[in-house]
């Protein structure tokens, strides 16, 4: 689904002229289907864009398309059901959100919160479960019961049961080791080639770098710049500002261009980077 971001400001403070804005004149085009990577420091407001989006947060001023539905600051909360199905978010640590006393009910919860029926929901939740990595012998066991990994799991199979076209993550890795971290990144992955679009805020360079197809960069509530993220990665004025940090492979590469090679533009995966270092050898 295609989300479109029309001068959206929000101002959590709307009494108090000065108060930094959450959001400030935000224009930006999220592509249907595609893979895009919200990033930025702390507090730069990529939390306040993606609550946006299933209308979580209204704006104070300028609106959102998310598909052909519109929100604005007159959008009310009744009737939010069919976007909140369509726009499944992912929080930061979703495990907090997990309450039922089995992973199933767990995963059913949310579909049945959409009205689809128990039996369907069960359904779901056995597929689900399986989607994320899990054995569905976890489905009759407490949530609590569960590694920190395996809750992050099946909290993500309940965002997952309902379908949602729009998947948003809100770094749905911290905190977990870089196996867990290569597994969940890879899913999403998936769910985007079977024709999902993929929204995550992260502050993991080389996740943007492996797994993004766009890039958005916030700063002081402002966009200040979207690309692929190879154009954002050797955007010399962002890393002259010091507004973001580059993947490991490009500060690898800089390194390396202090000496022995000379990169037109910096790699910023591993295998970018080895591909270049081996033509560059073979002095092609
Ligand atoms: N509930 C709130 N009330 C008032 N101000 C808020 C609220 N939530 C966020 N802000 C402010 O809005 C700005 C943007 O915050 P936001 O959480 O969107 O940033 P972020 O980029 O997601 O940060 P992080 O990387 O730490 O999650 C910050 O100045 C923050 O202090």
């Given at each position: 689904?295609e989300i479109i971001?029309?001068?959206?400001?929000h101002?959590?403070?709307?009494?108090n002229?000065?108060a930094?804005l959450g959001l400030d004149?935000?224009?930006?085009d999220?592509?249907?289907?595609k893979?895009?990577?919200?990033?930025?420091?702390?507090?730069?407001?990529?939390?306040?864009l993606?609550?946006h989006?299933?209308a979580?947060?209204?704006?104070?001023d300028?609106?959102?398309?998310?598909?052909d539905?519109?929100?604005n600051?007159e959008t009310n909360n009744k009737n939010?059901?069919p976007?909140?199905k369509n726009?499944?978010?992912?929080?930061?640590?979703p495990?907090s959100?997990l309450f039922?006393?089995?992973?199933?009910k767990?995963?059913m919860?949310?579909?049945m919160?959409f009205?689809?029926?128990?039996e369907?929901?069960?359904t779901?939740a056995?597929d689900?479960?399986?989607?994320v990595g899990?054995?569905?012998?976890?489905?009759s066991?407490?949530?609590f019961d569960?590694?920190?990994?395996?809750?992050?799991?099946v909290a993500?199979?309940g965002?997952?049961?309902?379908?949602p076209?729009?998947?948003i993550?809100d770094?749905?890795t911290?905190g977990l080791?870089?196996?867990?971290r290569?597994?969940?990144m890879?899913?999403?992955?998936?769910?985007?080639?079977e024709?999902?679009t993929?929204?995550l805020?992260?502050?993991?360079?080389d996740d943007?770098?492996n797994y993004?197809?766009?890039?958005v960069?916030?700063?002081?509530?402002k966009?200040?710049a979207?690309?692929t993220?190879m154009?954002?990665f050797?955007?010399?004025?962002l890393?002259?500002?010091?507004?973001?940090?580059?993947?490991?492979s490009a500060?690898?590469?800089?390194k390396l261009?202090q000496?022995?090679?000379?990169?037109d533009q910096l790699?910023?995966?591993?295998?970018?980077?080895s591909t270049?270092?081996k033509?560059q050898l073979n002095g092609?």
């Amino acid at each position: 689904m295609e989300i479109i971001f029309k001068h959206v400001t929000h101002a959590y403070e709307a009494n108090n002229p000065l108060a930094a804005l959450g959001l400030d004149d935000v224009s930006v085009d999220i592509k249907d289907k595609k893979f895009t990577a919200i990033i930025g420091k702390t507090g730069s407001g990529k939390s306040t864009l993606v609550r946006h989006i299933n209308a979580l947060l209204k704006p104070t001023d300028g609106t959102i398309m998310v598909g052909d539905r519109e929100i604005n600051a007159e959008t009310n909360n009744k009737n939010l059901k069919p976007l909140r199905k369509n726009v499944g978010m992912v929080f930061q640590f979703p495990e907090s959100q997990l309450f039922e006393d089995t992973v199933e009910k767990d995963i059913m919860f949310g579909p049945m919160n959409f009205g689809v029926s128990e039996e369907d929901a069960k359904t779901a939740a056995h597929d689900m479960i399986k989607l994320v990595g899990l054995d569905e012998k976890y489905l009759s066991k407490s949530p609590f019961d569960l590694s920190g990994g395996q809750m992050r799991r099946v909290a993500i199979a309940g965002v997952l049961a309902t379908h949602p076209e729009t998947i948003i993550l809100d770094e749905p890795t911290a905190g977990l080791d870089p196996v867990g971290r290569k597994e969940i990144m890879d899913l999403f992955k998936n769910l985007q080639s079977e024709g999902r679009t993929i929204i995550l805020i992260t502050h993991n360079m080389d996740d943007v770098a492996n797994y993004a197809d766009e890039v958005v960069v916030m700063h002081d509530g402002k966009k200040i710049a979207e690309g692929t993220p190879m154009e954002v990665f050797n955007n010399q004025k962002l890393l002259t500002d010091d507004v973001l940090t580059l993947p490991q492979s490009a500060v690898f590469a800089q390194k390396l261009a202090q000496k022995y090679f000379k990169f037109d533009q910096l790699p910023i995966t591993i295998s970018d980077l080895s591909t270049e270092i081996k033509r560059q050898l073979n002095g092609d």
